[in-house]
């Protein structure tokens, strides 16, 4: 699914559309892109000395430099008319590098390992959302109709944990038995979101298609999964191996790039699940390859110098989070609280019972609050079913930034000063450091 965003009434003159007598579009990406890239390593630069995670800065610079405040991208200088479009899907592709990153830093054994817990922390953790959203909006003065309350509580199921994995990062943390299990539970939360709104747009939509659309659905996803597995243990390492021979530049770093975009576009448009899905799973399967290291080290290169940055700072250019009608304010405030809430205690409750202490419990909770890029798109495909209105877009694009904001706080505040072992160090930068390429690298030891 691609992210629909909305775009201002007015229609641009055609000497605004071809640039005007000012920059051409190329340029005024280019000029967007440097602000956007340089400030986000600026906010990032500035919270790390507030002892702060580095994602935090970039996301409030992002909140800054968008409608909310100085709406950065409708400067007057800024004519062309997919700008906007064309920066939002750049960060798009940052997400799914982020994720693929975080994929080769994870060990399949140890992912696996973590199973008991993810699934009944992503089980827990999209049911208990589910029914706080739906009692929040059923029971407000709203008066909002059973489907719209219904839908709302979907909202708020949704999980995006490209944050949490840059924070556990940054952390040191990422591998550890609280972010493994955070993974996995992302995982299981995306299927079952997937699952929940298809089925709930194939029941409402005047085309029907009921019960054996929604298996369909289940179907193609199983397969994916299994077909995805099937590639990534027997034909992966094959691949990976010939690829390190050929006589070009870079022939491991491009293999991998091709790779995880490929995977990224089969995980939506054929396997129907999230694009960053695809990218998570392979960099694990690649992860598992002697190559690992090189791959990692021209990817984290490419992607926490370019693309993480743009993706960081676009979450806050999505909407005015000052525009809500006055009598919505409070509704909103509701609903971040208890997005934050449910989340915490669903997924929190499913950690425990998979065997957790009632610390790394609440550490699982925390990281599955942020909503993200994920929460954007299923609010959108609410706008294109017609099932809510720009007044619950809106809440949803508060609600994200709320919940992507606290994420890190209250991450990095749970972890303390708690001690990291040493086979599991991260530094705590915003480009985790790149573990040296071995000779044993090029023999396939």
Known sequence: MSLVLVQSNVAPSPAAAAGGDGMSPLLQLVLALAVLIAAAKIGGLVSTKLKQPAVLGELLVGILLGPSVLDFLNLSFFTSTHL??????IAEIGVIFLMFVAGLEVKLPDLLAAGKVSTIAGVLGVIIPLLGGFALAWFWPNNYSFTKSLFIGIL??????????QTLLELGKLRSRVGLSLLGAAIVDDVLVIVLLSTFVALTASSGGGIMTVLSIVGVMLLYFVVMSIFGLRALPWIIRKAAKLPISQPLVSTALVLVLFASWSAEALGG??????????????????YHNRIEDGVQTL????????FFASIGLHANIFSLP???????????????????IGCGIGAK?????????????LGMISRGEVGLIVASVGIRQGIIGEDVFAMTVLMVLVTTLVTPLLLRWSFGNEQTPKDQETPKSDK?????????EEAGH
């Open 432 to 440: 985790p450091t790149l573990k040296p390429a071995h000779a044993g």
């Open 84 to 89: 906007q479009d064309t920066v939002f899907e």
């Open 303 to 310: 992607t926490y110098a370019f693309f993480v940055p743009i």
């Open 326 to 344: 006055g009598d919505l304010v409070a509704f909103a405030a509701v609903l971040c609280v208890i997005a934050v809430a449910t989340k915490v």
């Open 353 to 365: 019972i998979g065997g957790m202490n009632n610390k790394e419990s609440l550490q699982v909770g």
């Open 156 to 165: 708020l199921t949704a999980t995006s944990v490209s944050i949490s994995a």
């Open 273 to 290: 699940v999230a694009a960053i899905t695809g990218a998570f799973l392979m960099g694990v399967f690649l992860g598992r390859t002697p």
